[in-house]
Every structure is written in structure tokens, then in C-alpha cells.
């Protein structure tokens, strides 16, 4: 896997997150998915703010 697209998330900032957003495990998944998409199209990892704000999209779609 390139180096771009390896998980860079914290224990911390997992439970973090985990904690703040109630995603279903569909939701978890798009959100990794979009985060690995953009990882390739970008050559970046997603930060935690983006992180943030994909889970928040999700959350309001569910709506």
C-alpha cells in the first residue's frame, strides 16, 4: 500500500472520533472509503478535521 493511503489515526483520535460521531458500520465504511480516495487523488493522508467533517456529512445524509 503506498505510503499515502496507510492509516495514520491515533488510539486517541480513534476514540476520539468513535465517541463524537455515531456512525453505523455502512457510514464507517464510506468514510474511509472517501478518505482513501481522496488519499490517492491527492498523494495525502486525511487529516483529522477531514476526518470530522466526512463523518458529519454522513450523519446528515442519514437524515
Not at 24 to 40: F, H, K, S, Y
Request: aromatic share 6%.
Amino acid at each position: 500500500m503506498s505510503p499515502c493511503c496507510k492509516p495514520e489515526l491515533s488510539e486517541a483520535d480513534t476514540s476520539a472520533l468513535s465517541q463524537e460521531y455515531a456512525l453505523n458500520g455502512g457510514q464507517i465504511e464510506n468514510v474511509v472509503r472517501q478518505a482513501t480516495i481522496d488519499a490517492i487523488l491527492y498523494s495525502q493522508s486525511a487529516s483529522l478535521d477531514t476526518l470530522k467533517r466526512y463523518c458529519l456529512q454522513k450523519l446528515r445524509s442519514w437524515d
